[in-house]
């Protein structure tokens, strides 16, 4: 089994900032991307940063400049560094990841149970 577990998620004021973690466990051999999503009420899943293994990143125009997403492969962990944050911001925050639990096995992807971030204005 792997397991995603996220933390770090609360309550900031607008401008302030927030750090997302969240660490892959169980019989993983390797984890290829990692990524960040968001869902906001009455809103759809929506894709927030994303990192390869080899440490590519890529980001939605809307945290742009003000996400950072990072990893750590030893640990199997992707943080979320979050600054200048708004009050749309304010979201369940998701890890994703593909995992392969073996060499030779296929990759699948697993999700996290999400970390409620709110921003006030």
């Known amino acids: 089994q792997v397991q995603l577990l996220e933390s770090g998620g609360g309550l900031v004021q607008a401008g302030g900032s927030l750090r997302l973690f969240c660490a892959a466990s169980?019989?993983?051999?390797?984890?290829?991307?990692m990524d960040w999503y968001r869902q906001a009420p009455g809103k759809q899943r929506e894709l927030v940063a994303v990192i390869t293994s080899g440490g590519s990143t890529n980001y939605a125009d809307s945290v742009k400049g003000r996400f950072t997403i990072s990893r750590d492969n030893a640990k199997n962990t992707v943080y979320l560094q979050m600054n200048s944050l708004k009050p749309e911001d304010t979201a369940v925050y998701y890890c994703?990841?593909?995992?392969?639990?073996?060499?030779?096995?296929?990759?699948?992807?697993?999700w996290g149970q999400g970390t409620q971030v709110t921003v006030s204005s």
């Open positions: 169980g019989s993983i051999f390797s984890v290829n991307n």
């Open positions: 994703n990841a593909d995992v392969a639990k073996c060499g030779r096995c296929p990759v699948y992807n697993y």
